[in-house]
Antibody
Framework: EVQLVESGGGLVQPGGSLRLSCAASKFSVSNYEMTWVRQAPGKGLEWVSYISSSGNTKYYSDSVKGRFTISSDYAKNSVFLQMNSLRVEDTAVYYC????????????????WGQGTLVTVSS | EVVLTQSPGTLSLSPGERATLSCRASQSVDSKYLTWYQQKPGQAPRLLIYGASSRATGIPDRFSGSESGTDFTLTISRLEPEDFAVYYCQQYGSPPTWTFGQGTKVEIK
């Protein structure tokens, strides 16, 4: 079965950096668009970033633009989120997700999610 | 940028009752890109409905989605105990961005 496993979360001071990883299994990230979505404690879902299957197209939410960078590594079949200049308001569970592509009529819906990794930004 | 407003914030119902959840968009939305997710405490969201009305694989037919202009509705025909959760609508729009509603919590009355 398709699986996404995030790692790399933890406690970091404001202004610090973290790199999140999302390891995919039972499909190739080279064939699917991928995304990161976060959820602050007790809050709703917030989209963070998108990467195309080719890795050539990337989008970011305004709240992270210029600070976060999404990337993919086909050899590792993984997607990454490099987070720099972290702020207290970046504290959240970060989920990696796969857009379902043709299997769901190119609806740009996330058909598989990881279990999430918690990032806490605090001094 | 499109804003999605979900109502009510909380819906208190009993098992077996019908649940009607609303998601209103601040401007026109391509229904192809309107999605509903379910999230239970401590779990990742789960895809329920894509394209406003298509059920995802494995989703029971008591879940249905519909649209009327900028209003989108998720209906659960008869609530089962496992349906008590938070539900989010989400849309993709231009400039490329994905927007979520604030969520509706369906709780046991």
């Amino acid at each position: 079965e398709v699986q996404l496993v995030e790692s790399g979360g933890g406690l970091v001071q404001p202004g610090g950096s973290l790199r999140l990883s999302c390891a995919a299994s039972k499909f190739s990230v080279s064939n699917y668009e991928m995304t990161w979505v976060r959820q602050a404690p007790g809050k709703g879902l917030e989209w963070v970033s998108y990467i195309s299957s080719s890795g050539n197209t990337k989008y970011y939410s305004d709240s992270v633009k210029g600070r976060f960078t999404i990337s993919s590594d086909y050899a590792k079949n993984s997607v990454f989120l490099q987070m720099n200049s972290l702020r207290v308001e970046d504290t959240a569970v970060y989920y990696c997700g796969r857009f379902g592509g043709s299997t769901i009529d190119w609806s740009l819906a996330i058909d598989y999610w990881g279990q999430g990794t918690l990032v806490t930004v605090s001094s | 940028e499109v804003v999605l407003t979900q109502s009510p914030g909380t819906l208190s119902l009993s098992p077996g009752e019908r649940a009607t959840l609303s998601c209103r968009a601040s401007q026109s939305v391509d229904s192809k890109y309107l999605t509903w997710y379910q999230q239970k405490p401590g779990q990742a969201p789960r895809l329920l409905i894509y394209g406003a009305s298509s059920r995802a694989t494995g989703i029971p037919d008591r879940f249905s989605g519909s649209e009327s202009g900028t209003d989108f509705t998720l209906t659960i025909s008869r609530l089962e105990p496992e349906d008590f959760a938070v539900y989010y609508c989400q849309q993709y729009g231009s400039p490329p961005t994905w927007t979520f509603g604030q969520g509706t919590k369906v709780e046991i009355k």
